[in-house]
């Protein structure tokens, strides 16, 4: 393959710890592969969006497909590689869960509102298994993948560079950690951009958290920064 991939991720995990302790870390040391890069921010205090922001700078004098991920994630398909540059090129941006559609206030993919109303199957997309080892304590189908969405979950989000770029898409360093990528997405939307979910086999650790004081204060601002 001679597209390059970065794969970035930021931990609260030293370097060290990363490698050997989180799930990304363990997974990366099958794939040591000359066309994969690794873009760790090891120790990292800074919210995902300022992290993933410094990695689209760099992109501008170093073109690649990004794929901004979680630690938490286990990358079990061998061919996960081939699977992103095939995703992207059906679509603009890919991940492998989201939501056909969009609602005003809608807090999130899964979600139609505050009160986490899980949205009807017919508008949701992907699959997920969640765990911590194999085989995983679920697997969530949330509908066909392959689809066009509206919002992607950004426990993995990949596209090309150079179309954010082009776009002047980036992430809003106002949402350091919940709501970074519905604001991502809103903005793809609103530039036109193609996303879509990809079969790409991962699991999880983590379900997610929308009940803390910090996912309420960033959802205000989201609220407030897009009126609906």
Not at 70 to 83: A, Q
Not at 213 to 219: C, I, K, M, Q, V
Request: charged fraction near 20%; proline fraction near 5%; glycine fraction near 6%.
């Amino acid at each position: 393959m001679s597209t390059v991939i970065k794969l970035v991720c930021a931990t609260r995990a030293s370097a060290a710890a990363f490698a050997t302790e989180t799930a990304l870390g363990r997974c990366l040391h099958l794939y040591r592969w000359p066309f994969i890069q690794l873009r760790l921010f090891p120790s990292n205090g800074a919210g995902l969006s300022t992290v993933y922001n410094s990695v689209l700078r760099e992109c501008e004098s170093d073109p690649s497909i990004v794929v901004f991920l979680h630690d938490d994630v286990h990358l079990l398909d061998f061919f996960w590689p081939e699977r992103i540059v095939a995703g992207l090129e059906a679509f603009d941006i890919i991940g492998v869960a989201g939501n056909r559609r969009r609602l005003p206030r809608q807090p999130g993919w899964l979600f139609v509102d505050a009160h986490q109303t899980r949205d009807a199957a017919e508008h949701l997309s992907g699959v997920v298994s969640h765990g911590k080892a194999w085989p995983p304590a679920a697997i969530d189908y949330y509908g066909p993948p392959g689809v066009e969405v509206k919002i992607l979950d950004g426990l993995l989000m990949a596209a090309h560079s150079e179309t954010l770029r082009s776009q002047r898409i980036t992430f809003d360093e106002a949402f350091d950690f919940h709501f970074y990528d519905v604001d991502f997405c809103r903005q793809a939307e609103r530039r036109k951009l193609c996303m879509g979910t990809w079969p790409i086999q991962v699991m999880h650790e983590s379900v997610g958290d929308f009940r803390t004081p910090a996912w309420h204060l960033a959802y205000e601002k989201y609220l407030a920064k897009w009126r609906a």
